[in-house]
């Protein structure tokens, strides 16, 4: 008889995948992969960070799997962000990951590298399809070229923007093509303008902390990030030039401040109307306009300009399979349904990203005019700029990131200049780097 599929307490779940890693070898030592039994009565452990809604929809796409493999019953348990990785952490201490895992781009070289996730590699063409998936973004789920995550969902870099706001301040977005010191005065320009207006609106918050952005601002500059053996390639001249770039912004006060951000937490200045652009993943953009209450954002480009087309997909949510796993056929197989069926595309539609496969992108009901559609429209618009691959975070980079975004705001509130932040900041990058 099938195990009902239930949800269950941390402990109650790194203690069912022992056992399931009891039974079996798994990960590098299961052999070459072969097509998914449909005989063998078999239990998947599948765990993701998420919400109520996601759980739902995962539910759905799960009854649809479970219609398409009636011999395999998948047990689910979903935590918040940060609850999610302290059990991950949790588990892995034990090699005792669930069989699938919800991975994002900046742990997949503190699990893969480590051993608890198995390469994929060879699962491709049997079990596992991943032709449909841009290049590039498969490259974030690599590494030194063994796959060890596959992305579901793409997102890229954008800024989100108030445009009832922008027109109320008689403005226009930048031409196509604009330059990153275009930018700088196109937020200096919005800046003079929200003095005016009443309220008082700022163009954006302090662009010095958001890492993502450095990231993808080195990247434009023809530098890597990261190198391909897990090693911090940028050094405390980028950190610095990065710091210079925002500095005149703030000397003229033109940044939003922080003191208020803080009060609006968990909201944001653009979604409270107070702030007219965020410099963020496209994806957030309709759960932002849901947030404000109106049809008002829009989005626009990164810089591109002075050849700065060198955009990259970014893997918003990836699907692992335990390296301890005694099912990963049937791990590749789960993957592969999340990944390619259109089912799954119906259900989710853009509620963790759009769609790493057009299979599952046309199957999606959008409706005309929605932000769903100018979401699908702006990455679509975009495609031809996407030339890079992803960078692969070095492992601990999320504590590398969250101190970056620390000494921004001492520096957003007068404790440090531009020459300490990019100094007390990169030595934070080495200390950290050399720790792991």
Not at 163 to 191: K, N, S
Not at 222 to 251: M, S
Not at 265 to 289: C, F, H, Q, R
Not at 356 to 384: C, F, H, N, V, W
Request: glycine letters at 8%.
């Amino acid at each position: 008889m099938k195990l009902s599929r239930a949800t269950g307490t941390i402990a109650t779940l790194a203690l069912a995948v022992g056992l399931t890693a009891a039974c079996g070898n798994g990960g590098a030592d299961a052999g070459p992969a072969a097509p998914v039994s449909m005989d063998e009565e078999i239990t998947l452990t599948f765990a993701w960070w998420g919400n109520d809604d996601r759980a739902a929809r995962y539910e759905k796409a799960i009854d649809a799997f479970e219609e398409k493999y009636p011999n395999i019953t998948v047990q689910t348990q979903f935590q918040s962000w940060d609850d999610y990785w302290t059990a991950r952490s949790t588990e892995a201490a034990g090699s005792a990951l669930p069989d699938v895992v919800q991975m994002d781009a900046g742990y997949v070289r503190q699990y893969g590298a480590t051993g608890q996730l198995a390469e994929l590699d060879g699962q491709v063409g049997v079990n596992l399809d991943t032709d449909g998936v841009d290049e590039t973004a498969l490259a974030s789920g690599q590494i030194e070229g063994r796959t060890y995550a596959v992305p579901v969902s793409l997102n890229t870099q954008s800024i989100i923007y108030n445009a009832t706001l922008l027109e109320e301040l008689g403005m226009e977005p930048p031409a196509d093509g604009y330059t990153w010191d275009d930018l700088v005065q196109w937020f200096a320009d919005v800046a003079e303008a929200g003095a005016e207006h009443d309220p008082q609106v700022y163009p954006v918050g302090d662009m010095t902390g958001n890492n993502p952005w450095f990231l993808q601002w080195l990247v434009q500059q023809g530098k890597a990030p990261f190198t391909d053996d897990g090693q911090i390639a940028f050094t405390e001249e980028d950190v610095q030039a990065w710091a210079d770039l925002w500095a005149p912004l703030r000397e003229s006060q033109a940044f939003f401040p922080a003191k208020r951000a803080a009060q609006l937490e968990p909201k944001t200045g653009l979604n409270s109307a107070e702030v007219v652009a965020e410099a963020n993943w496209d994806t957030l953009m309709p759960n932002y306009t849901a947030e404000l209450g109106s049809d008002d954002l829009e989005l626009m480009p990164i810089p591109t300009g002075d050849d700065g087309k060198k955009m990259y997909w970014h893997s918003g949510v990836m699907l692992s399979a335990s390296a301890s796993s005694a099912h990963p056929d049937a791990a590749a197989a789960f993957i592969d349904f999340m990944t390619n069926d259109p089912q799954v595309g119906e259900i989710f539609g853009t509620s963790k990203g759009v769609p790493a496969t057009d299979a599952q992108k046309d199957a999606m009901t959008i409706e005309e005019g929605s932000p769903d559609a100018r979401l699908l429209a702006y990455e679509d618009a975009r495609a031809d700029d996407v030339t890079e691959p992803a960078p692969v975070p070095v492992e601990g980079y999320g504590e590398i990131e969250v101190e970056m975004a620390r000494l921004s705001e001492e520096m957003q509130y007068g404790n440090l200049d531009e020459d300490q932040f990019a100094s007390q900041w990169f030595a934070y990058v080495q200390d950290t780097v050399k720790a792991e």
